[in-house]
Nanobody, 130 residues
Framework: QVQLVQSGGGLVEAGGSLTLSCAAS????????MGWFRQDPGKEREFVAT????????NYANSVKDRFTVSRDNAKNTMFLQMNRLKPEDTAIYYC???????????????????????WGQGTQVAVSS
């Protein structure tokens, strides 16, 4: 069992920056990967970024790969999302997630499909004004 608690978010003007945090507790030693996903009302949850817990291998959606940075502090069991040059289309509820499923070494990075993640944070609103 893993619990995730998020912090951060808020309202920012286009071109600004925000940092989101996700603190994990419980059986954190079982975590293989963590990720960030976002969802607008009436839309499906979409992939933003992932990071493997041991190797720190990252993966990004094309829409954010040059602007967002995902990182983790394993000692503090915390994942971060640094969001720069924010755009109005980044407006959404952002969720952090964790997976305990281990994949073979041939798999290059953590999965981008949200259904692969078992544990979820409560979500936090990010709103970017134009």
């Amino acid at each position: 069992q893993v619990q995730l608690v998020q912090s951060g978010g808020g309202l920012v003007e286009a071109g600004g920056s925000l940092t989101l945090s996700c603190a994990a507790s419980g059986r954190t030693m079982t975590i293989y990967a963590m990720g960030w996903f976002r969802q607008d009302p009436g839309k499906e949850r979409e992939f933003v970024a992932t990071i493997t817990w041991r190797g720190g291998v990252t993966n990004y959606a094309n829409s954010v790969k040059d602007r967002f940075t995902v990182s983790r502090d394993n000692a503090k069991n915390t994942m971060f999302l640094q969001m720069n040059r924010l755009k109005p289309e980044d407006t959404a509820i952002y969720y952090c997630a964790a997976s305990s499923v281990h994949y073979p070494a041939s798999v290059p990075h953590a999965p981008s499909d949200p259904v692969k993640y078992r544990y979820w944070g409560q979500g936090t609103q990010v709103a970017v004004s134009s």
